[in-house]
């Protein structure tokens, strides 16, 4: 199968705005009242008076051009982690197998078209956000163990008919955290077929790498450090230098998880890691927080500095990590320690600029100080950084030679109150219904916060329908079975209408 992106508009386009973002000197720079030409999916211009011709010129008003983010960790799924909310603790409410439920046997808990839907929705849903580069990530709880080619050949197709740039490959696990009957969390290992999903996700890499005119790239995504087997860890490592793709391992995320893998090696989730060899400059780690020496861990040792002597890349997801009581200690120190960080969604919503707000509150209050980060370092990680993981240097910055993925923040919205810095007055008061315009390799993709070919309301529908049924398998899988109306509770008393006879 052959995928085709849309067709570019032809000849030069020219934007212009208020603020633009522009590149210079290795960084980003704010150019007032800047102009950006692109043609062939290319920047070939950023500044003032362009005197070239132009096809078509859109001028945007008040307004902020930008790079687009890079999602390294991109909500691709009906996020179950909302669900765990107010609903604690995850073992006692589905978020880990139960033994009984493993030894039933587990089971696809969406079809086939559910899940290419999901993948659908989810995808529109990052463009509305201003993510123009994603690597998807969906839970494996309601899965009958890791992802499959077939669904992301599925996912291939429709990032190509949206127009969305993204790194793709199947999750794939040796093992699978299992609740006891007796209450502890252990790890169940079924490495044959973890290593066959392996080699699956290899040829799907060989495959669709750069299908789409380039748009569809791969990656491996061996899912959780706690579920990986010496095995799996060290193959991954080898077909990612065969290969040359990223591959992304969640990885120092709880508590939990470094006890697993302290208990089961003797050494932390990081120095594992770098005894194995699996550690590089293409190596993803979400989340980093749980870290030797931390306030989260007592243990000392050096996790940090193995990972940042690796050229690895922590990204970095605050909005889903503070709803779960947590966050890295902190963003200031994992910059000035020379630590490599990018940026994920990683839950629902998917708004990159809520994360970059909430990481930024969190970061000052773990350092106990206002001038522990500023605006402009978390707009970085969400551009930069993140293109900088991929080796992608044509990514995260708009300057001529880049890819022309391009953002507009509309800074008319009334609930923005008083525009300050355009960056500053982004992480105050900004989200990611702000976003105006989409561009993606020079193709307009979201105008007027419109996707063509999409009916947002149609498709809202169809996911709260798909989410309520997996939420009606949820006594299946979580300990003890009790029913649903015990696994999620209600802010307040429920009154409902006596059903008429």
Same mark, same amino acid.
């Given at each position: 199968? +052959?995928?085709?992106?849309?067709?570019?508009?032809?000849?030069?386009?020219?934007?212009?705005?208020?603020?633009?973002?522009?590149?210079?000197?290795?960084?980003?720079?704010?150019?007032?009242?800047?102009?950006?030409?692109?043609?062939?999916?290319?920047? +070939?211009?950023?500044?003032?008076?362009?005197?070239?011709?132009?096809?078509? =010129?859109?001028?945007?008003?008040?307004?902020?051009?930008?790079?687009?983010?890079?999602?390294?960790?991109?909500?691709?799924?009906?996020?179950?982690?909302?669900?765990?909310?107010?609903?604690?603790?995850?073992?006692?409410?589905?978020?880990?197998?139960?033994?009984?439920?493993?030894?039933?046997?587990?089971?696809?808990?969406?079809?086939?078209?559910?899940?290419?839907?999901?993948?659908?929705?989810?995808?529109?849903?990052? /463009?509305?956000?201003? /993510? $123009?580069?994603?690597?998807?990530?969906?839970?494996?709880?309601? =899965?009958?163990?890791?992802?499959?080619?077939?669904?992301?050949?599925?996912?291939?197709?429709?990032?190509?008919?949206?127009?969305?740039?993204?790194?793709?490959?199947?999750?794939?696990?040796?093992?699978?955290?299992?609740?006891?009957?007796?209450?502890?969390?252990? $790890?169940?290992?079924?490495?044959?077929?973890?290593?066959?999903?392996?080699?699956?996700?290899?040829?799907?890499?060989?495959?669709?790498?750069?299908?789409?005119?380039?748009?569809?790239?791969?990656?491996?995504?061996?899912?959780? /450090?706690?579920?990986?087997?010496?095995?799996?860890?060290?193959? $991954?490592?080898?077909?990612?230098?065969?290969?040359?793709?990223?591959?992304?391992?969640?990885?120092?995320?709880?508590?939990?998880?470094?006890?697993?893998?302290?208990?089961?090696?003797?050494?932390?989730?990081?120095?594992?890691?770098?005894?194995?060899?699996?550690?590089?400059?293409?190596?993803?780690?979400?989340?980093?927080?749980?870290?030797?020496?931390?306030?989260?861990?007592?243990?000392?040792?050096?996790?940090?500095?193995? /990972?940042?002597?690796?050229?690895?890349?922590?990204?970095?997801?605050?909005?889903?990590?503070?709803?779960?009581?947590?966050?890295?200690?902190?963003?200031?120190?994992?910059?000035? #320690?020379?630590?490599?960080?990018?940026?994920?969604?990683?839950?629902?919503?998917?708004?990159?600029?809520?994360?970059?707000?909430?990481?930024?509150?969190?970061?000052?209050?773990?350092?106990?100080?206002?001038?522990?980060?500023?605006?402009?370092?978390?707009?970085?990680?969400?551009?930069?950084?993140?293109?900088?993981?991929?080796?992608?240097?044509?990514?995260?910055?708009?300057?001529?030679?880049?890819?022309?993925?391009?953002?507009?923040?509309?800074?008319?919205?009334?609930?923005?109150?008083?525009?300050?810095?355009?960056?500053?007055? #982004?992480?105050?008061?900004?989200?990611?219904?702000?976003?105006?315009?989409?561009?993606?390799?020079?193709?307009?993709?979201?105008?007027? =916060?419109?996707?063509?070919?999409?009916?947002?309301?149609?498709?809202?529908? =169809?996911?709260?329908?798909?989410?309520?049924?997996?939420?009606?398998?949820?006594?299946?899988?979580?300990?003890?079975?009790?029913?649903?109306?015990?696994?999620?509770?209600?802010?307040?008393?429920?009154?409902?209408?006596?059903?008429?006879?």
């Amino acid at each position: 199968m +052959t995928l085709r992106a849309a067709e570019r508009p032809k000849g030069r386009t020219l934007l212009t705005a208020r603020w633009l973002v522009g590149h210079r000197d290795g960084r980003h720079v704010l150019i007032e009242n800047g102009e950006i030409v692109f043609e062939d999916g290319a920047v +070939t211009f950023t500044g003032h008076g362009f005197a070239g011709e132009v096809a078509r =010129r859109i001028d945007y008003g008040n307004a902020l051009i930008g790079p687009g983010f890079v999602d390294l960790d991109a909500l691709s799924d009906l996020d179950t982690t909302i669900l765990a909310y107010d609903n604690q603790p995850a073992w006692k409410k589905g978020r880990v197998w139960p033994r009984s439920y493993l030894d039933a046997g587990p089971y696809e808990m969406y079809s086939r078209e559910e899940l290419a839907f999901q993948k659908k929705h989810a995808f529109a849903t990052l /463009i509305r956000n201003g /993510i $123009t580069t994603a690597l998807p990530i969906a839970s494996l709880f309601y =899965r009958e163990w890791g992802e499959t080619p077939e669904e992301f050949g599925d996912a291939a197709e429709a990032a190509a008919a949206l127009g969305l740039r993204a790194y793709l490959g199947p999750a794939y696990r040796t093992g699978n955290q299992v609740v006891e009957a007796d209450g502890r969390i252990t $790890t169940h290992y079924d490495e044959a077929r973890g290593l066959k999903e392996l080699d699956a996700a290899i040829a799907f890499c060989e495959r669709f790498e750069g299908a789409a005119g380039g748009l569809v790239r791969t990656m491996l995504a061996p899912d959780r /450090i706690e579920t990986a087997s010496e095995d799996l860890i060290r193959r $991954t490592a080898a077909a990612g230098r065969s290969l040359n793709v990223p591959v992304r391992l969640h990885c120092c995320q709880s508590k939990i998880e470094y006890e697993l893998v302290l208990a089961q090696h003797g050494m932390s989730p990081p120095e594992w890691l770098d005894k194995l060899g699996f550690l590089s400059e293409r190596t993803l780690l979400p989340h980093g927080t749980y870290v030797s020496g931390s306030r989260h861990i007592a243990r000392p040792g050096r996790d940090l500095e193995i /990972i940042r002597d690796a050229g690895a890349t922590i990204v970095h997801c605050p909005l889903v990590s503070g709803r779960h009581g947590n966050a890295i200690d902190h963003f200031g120190r994992y910059r000035e #320690m020379g630590l490599r960080i990018g940026m994920g969604t990683d839950t629902s919503p998917p708004d990159m600029i809520m994360n970059l707000q909430v990481g930024m509150i969190l970061a000052r209050v773990m350092a106990g100080s206002a001038t522990a980060v500023r605006s402009e370092d978390y707009y970085d990680a969400a551009t930069i950084g993140g293109a900088d993981a991929l080796g992608r240097p044509d990514l995260g910055r708009l300057h001529p030679g880049s890819r022309a993925d391009i953002t507009v923040f509309d800074l008319d919205r009334p609930h923005l109150g008083q525009v300050i810095d355009p960056i500053q007055t #982004m992480l105050l008061a900004g989200h990611g219904r702000d976003i105006s315009t989409v561009i993606i390799d020079g193709r307009f993709v979201m105008q007027d =916060r419109v996707i063509p070919g999409l009916d947002e309301a149609k498709d809202k529908a =169809r996911a709260q329908a798909q989410f309520e049924g997996v939420m009606a398998r949820y006594p299946e899988r979580t300990f003890g079975h009790p029913p649903a109306s015990e696994i999620f509770s209600s802010s307040y008393p429920v009154e409902r209408k006596e059903a008429v006879a």
